[in-house]
């Protein structure tokens, strides 16, 4: 009877091992899986990143391009009412009227049209901006759930428990639909 129960003991442990190979094989692959995830993610959002820097410089500038066209504009306009108002019943009053209209021309031909496009180019890089910062955002959290996913399942290879393998599965599962989401942003965040 002894050699019959260290026989099936025996086969016990072996069904143990095989198990606990597999547990941690499979808990290594899941691991893995996570920080291959994660290091995408991270890629992601220092690119989302570098795009809301980018476009926030080209909407600034193109702003500033907006305030000079702005100035310019203004300083056209006055000019070309001085020059009516200080030479109306002189000598030069036809030369002056010239003046006043080539930059009342300058005005309407040059500024005033570059001044909308400014307007709406500024408008859409700032829209890119926040676009880029969303995703930045949506990344971020994409990364966390990653980092702790990693941190479950590798407790779980070491402990052997399952439940924190499941918790770790399910964790990266949310981290991959909140980095999917981020890519297409479909389901606004409320970052």
């Known amino acids: 009877m002894e050699a019959r129960e260290a026989l099936e003991r025996a086969e016990q442990a072996q069904e143990v091992a095989?198990?606990?190979?597999?547990f941690g094989r499979n808990g290594a692959l899941l691991v893995s899986v996570l920080a291959a995830l994660l290091a995408i993610a991270t890629i992601a959002g220092n690119r989302a990143t570098t795009e809301a820097v980018l476009s926030q410089q080209k909407a600034s500038d193109a702003w500033n391009e907006f305030q000079a066209n702005?100035?310019?504009r203004h300083v056209n306009e006055d000019t070309a009412a001085m020059?009516?108002?200080l030479a109306a019943g002189g000598p030069g009053e036809a030369e002056a009227r010239e003046q006043a209209d080539a930059l009342d021309a300058a005005v309407a031909?040059?500024?005033?049209p570059a001044q909308d496009d400014l307007g709406h180019k500024a408008q859409d890089l700032e829209h890119e901006r926040d676009v880029a910062e969303r995703q930045h955002r949506g990344f971020q959290e994409a990364e966390a759930a990653f980092q702790l996913a990693i941190v479950l399942s590798s407790v779980a290879i070491v402990a052997r428990t399952g439940a924190l393998q499941w918790a770790g599965a399910g964790l990266g599962l949310m981290?991959?639909?909140l980095f999917l989401n981020s890519l297409s942003l479909a389901i606004p965040m409320p970052f």
Do not use: E, I, Q, W
């Open 83 to 85: 020059l009516r108002v």
């Open 70 to 72: 702005s100035l310019k």
């Open 175 to 177: 981290g991959l639909l």
């Open 109 to 112: 031909t040059k500024y005033r």
């Open 18 to 22: 095989a198990h606990a190979d597999h």
